[in-house]
Structures are given as structure tokens and as C-alpha cells.
Nanobody, 123 residues
């Protein structure tokens, strides 16, 4: 059974940091791009960062570039999203997803999803 489980969300102050984790199981991790998305209720799901598990190449959308860092621990089948310089507009539910294509910020290209973790940033 394929599973992606996010953790690490919570409440942070503006300017602070949080680290999200995405633990994966049930599929060959190295064959997929792992990405982080976020979604505010009523808005589209936004792809913000991704990592190619085959060569470790990372990708970021402009909204988080320079503030967020995606990384992976192959031994633990876990991908992390280190979030820094948080802003109130980063408040969202954060999801990790696995896709078999190259990085893309479009959610329809990803086959597997976690249930999400809430991040709230106070001003």
C-alpha cells in the first residue's frame, strides 16, 4: 500500500521557521519526484517545491525560493521541507505528493498524496 504521511505542521510566528516531514512507503522512492504543495480553502493547490529522487535536483516556485529548502533522507524514505522567514501568507495546508514525471507544479501530474498538515503563521 502506497502511503505518504506528512508531519511537522503547527503554529509559527512571522519570521520564524518550521520543518515539515513526508514519510513515504509502499513504492520505489527513487523512481519518483517528490513535491510539496499547499492549499488554502477555496483556492487551487499550489506546487511550491520538488526534489528528483534519482539525482537530488531541487525545484522551487518563486513564492518560496530563498526561504524554503527541500531535502531528502534516502535511508529513511523521508523528504523534508525546511521553511524559514515565514509569512502570514504561508498559512495553508501542506501536502506532499509523488509523481513519476519530472518536476511540475501541477497537481494532476502526481499519483500519490498525503493527507496534509496545517501550517499557521501569525503576524
Amino acid at each position: 500500500e502506497v502511503q505518504l504521511v506528512e508531519s511537522g505542521g503547527g503554529l509559527a510566528q512571522a519570521g520564524g521557521s518550521l520543518r515539515l516531514s513526508c514519510a513515504a512507503s509502499g513504492f520505489t522512492f527513487g523512481d519518483y519526484v517528490i513535491a510539496w504543495f499547499r492549499q488554502v480553502r477555496g483556492s487551487a493547490r499550489e506546487g511550491i517545491a520538488g526534489i528528483s529522487r534519482s539525482d537530488g535536483t531541487t525545484y522551487y516556485e518563486d513564492s518560496v525560493k530563498g526561504r524554503f529548502t527541500i531535502s531528502s533522507d534516502n535511508a529513511k524514505n523521508t523528504v523534508y521541507l525546511q521553511m524559514g522567514s515565514l509569512k502570514p501568507e504561508d498559512t495553508s495546508v501542506y501536502y506532499c505528493a509523488a509523481g513519476s514525471t519530472d518536476w511540475t507544479p501541477y497537481p494532476e501530474e502526481y499519483q500519490y498524496w498525503g493527507l496534509g498538515t496545517q501550517v499557521t503563521v501569525s503576524s
